[in-house]
């Protein structure tokens, strides 16, 4: 069954209030960007990477340093509408996609395959990590209740689908930033997700603190 990775680091980091692109500062001395594409590279059950950067960053990649990247394609205005373009580069003979923010270097080879096995399964899964803080709902500027977490997760990458379930979820649907990510539009398909269990390390680049965070965590391996 082949399946097709969609790595999305189009954005321009804006949070990051960094003139480069936060997926190409350096942590262990490579690139964030870099970080992710090696998982990839050597996940067994990849067989082809899409990158989708920003036009310009798309138009100057050297795609020669990883063996699996096939396409390097510009973003689109929302991360949603990034995926809609990497989607639209998976080959006619792919049977699984599976979506990787590439602000994301921790993730694991085993996270990958994992995620990738249950996709084969069910149609649709999703990384997920436990929360450690207790979290409250709020109103006014007040706390309104106490969530039960053990009934939450965080919601990590990668996310892998059958292609047919993703492509009928990008269907017709409204592109905008509050598309995070697609397992939200694939819940409005009614399709069920399943959840695979991640690490808490599999951290998302979002501030300049995540970047020391993440050093630290490379050192440690």
Known sequence: MKTAAIIVAAGSGSRF??????????IGGKRVIDHALERFQAAPSVDTIILVLSEDQAKSFDRTTVEKLTNVVSGGPTRAESVRNGLHAVGTDVEIVV????????????EIERTIAKAIETGAACLAANLTDTIK?????????????????????????KIEVLRAAFEGAELTD???D?????????HPIAIVEGSSRNIKITHPEDLVLAEALIRKV
Request: hydrophobic letters at 35%.
């Open 182 to 190: 697609e397992c939200y539009l694939v819940e409005k398909l009614g």
């Open 137 to 161: 709902s709020i109103s006014g500027g007040e706390i309104a209740a106490t969530l039960d977490r053990a009934k939450l997760r965080r919601a990590l990458t990668p996310q892998a689908f």
């Open 178 to 180: 509050s598309v995070t």
């Open 17 to 26: 209030k960094s003139e480069t692109p936060k997926q190409f500062l350096e």
């Open 99 to 110: 979506v990787h923010d590439g602000a994301r270097p921790l993730v694991t080879v085993d």
